[in-house]
């Protein structure tokens, strides 16, 4: 039976997160979190936390926030927008900067949550297929990009995982002149050295860089994203921002999240461990025939030689091991596996054999 009142709904097709089972003994690579820990710095800053200040309203220009990252940027504050995770950060890009009757474009295989935001706020989007090879076609992004309403990049790509070079994306943002372009760079933390868009900021008055705190910075519980750009564009996210809600940061995640830029000798400690057991890891696939693609994000994409995805993320589940599999057209022979600890990739790795032998 449907309501009158149901013809004035919003309705949307949500998006999927990955599972999260509250089970702690499983091995959980399905949604690319960090396996390290937080530091004993930062445990240290979370045991004191001042609970007066759960009373109070938390500062809703999270300054000390901002200006933390501002610092380790080496921007200005009025450069730096912080949100509710990098997904609460690309939402309010999405709803301020894409106002155009021109569609935005992305690639068809990306972050699943774009076309999602799309459909919810009523922004008309257009998908540039990715090239054979999985990469980004820089060509007919710089050709539509031109004609376009915006334009979104996660770069590193998920969940291919495969880095675009600076100077493609510079050809794009070039092109796309009269659009605001929005590099979502999760992963960019696991890519080369230099790879980040975030210096060039203030090349281009078009440019929007988004990071999160819950893949490099081991902190996907607390919910911390920001972006960077050049004042006018942050002054704009700022005022949609205030106008849907203002206290968005709560109080804990701009203390924490403050300390936790500042313990940069940790973090860069984890994101090499990581990048190690990632080179591993990909070799020791590629030796029982996974064709593995290319990453400089912490996790892998890769396709068993007799297109078993599916039966292997089934009969792994079973086994308390959790990779992720999208059921679609052109990755639907992929798994998407997070690294782990040496120990749960071992573990995996074992599993892979005895699942391949038997
Ligand atoms: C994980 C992820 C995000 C969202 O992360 P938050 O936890 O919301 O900060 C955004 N973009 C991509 C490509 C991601 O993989």
Known sequence: MTFNWEKNVRTVEPYTPGEQPTDK??????????????????????????????????????????????????????????????????????????????????????????????????????????????????????????????????????????????????????SSKDSVVIVDEAYIDFAEDGSSMLDLVNDYDNLIVVRTYSKSRSLAGLRIGYAVSNPKMIKYLNDVKYSYNSYTMNYPSIVIGSAVIKDNDYFKEVISKVKATREWFTDELKELGFKVLPSSTNFVFASPQDGRAKEIFEAAKKKGIFFRYFNLPKIDDYLRITIGVDDDMKTVISFLKDFLTT
């Open 25 to 174: 003994n499983i091995i959980k690579l399905n949604t690319n979190e960090n396996p390290y820990g937080p530091s004993d710095e930062i445990k240290k800053v979370i045991a004191s936390l001042d609970d007066d200040y759960l009373r109070r309203y938390p500062d809703f220009a999270a300054r000390d926030l901002v200006k933390e990252l501002a610092a380790f940027h080496k921007v200005s504050d009025d450069m730096v927008f912080v949100g509710v995770g990098s997904d609460d950060v690309l939402a309010m890009c999405f709803m301020t900067f894409f106002n155009s009757d021109k569609p935005i474009i992305f690639p068809d295989i990306t972050y699943s949550f774009y076309p999602v935001w799309a459909e919810m706020l009523r922004i008309p989007y257009k998908t540039i297929p990715l090239m054979d090879d999985f990469t980004i076609d820089t060509k007919s992004f710089v050709s539509e990009g031109k004609e376009s309403g915006g334009v979104v990049i996660a770069n590193p790509n998920a969940p291919t995982s495969i880095l675009l070079g600076k100077d493609k994306i510079k050809e794009i943002i070039e």
